[in-house]
């Protein structure tokens, strides 16, 4: 069963307009959830990160929002820039179990 | 400034081979863990290993055996290969529990035949 899920496989945005990616979880023992970037034959690179007694942390341009109650987080990446077109993968940990969700291809376009 | 380092990048194997994925550290982080991704499922934790000589099951640990004789090393080893372990793998490192910043390798496309 997926615990993570992220239901829009892909997403494309103007340069300089808002990019907002989402996720859900149905795990509510989750109570640390990261994102991460992924370019084509690279790893994950760790981009922000928020604790369950938080709902909202800001990192320059990335923001991410928790809905404990809605098990459901999103980031924000304002404005959006090209080199910010890779796939993003949102991960939920408890204890240390860790699951991913399966990813939003993000493309902003000049 | 190494990070991170799996060997070998692409590797095809077959059906019933054994092999072993190497994964290697320089940052001194005490937790190293493997994942496995697959299209459409995202990553899927294997193992990890929260110091030397501990390690425990992750999600989908059947198939793959791990050690962690020293802080830096963490090999995955498929025992005998299957069409089903096909998939791209990858290692991380972190300095705390799971949940902080895990640092990840460039991954190894396993291929088995």
């Known amino acids: 069963d997926q615990q993570v899920k992220q239901n829009s496989p892909s997403l494309s945005v103007q340069e300089g307009r808002i990019s907002i990616l989402n996720c859900d979880y149905t795990n509510s023992m989750f109570d640390y959830f990261l994102w991460y970037k992924k370019y084509p034959a690279e790893g994950p690179t760790f981009l922000i990160s928020i604790s369950s007694i938080k709902d909202k942390n800001e990192d320059g341009r990335f923001t991410v929002f928790l809905n404990k109650s809605a098990k459901h987080l999103s980031l924000h990446i304002v404005p959006s820039q090209p080199g910010d077109s890779a796939v993003y993968f949102c991960a939920a940990s408890a204890g240390n179990d860790m699951r991913f969700g399966a990813g939003t291809r993000l493309t902003v376009k000049p | ?113």
């Open chain 2, 1 to 113: 400034n190494a990070g991170v380092t799996q060997t070998p990048k692409f590797q095809v194997l077959k059906t019933g081979q054994s092999m072993t994925l190497q994964c290697a550290q320089d940052m001194n982080h005490e937790y190293m863990s493997w994942y496995r991704q697959d299209p459409g499922m995202g990553l899927r934790l294997i193992h990890y290993s929260v110091g030397a000589g501990i390690t425990d099951q992750g999600e989908v640990p059947n198939g793959y055996n791990v050690s962690r004789s020293t802080t830096e090393d963490f090999p995955l080893r498929l025992l005998s290969a299957a069409p089903s372990q096909t998939s791209v793998y990858f290692c991380a490192s972190s300095g705390g529990r799971v949940n902080t910043e895990a640092f990840f390798g460039q991954g190894t496309r396993l291929t088995v035949v």
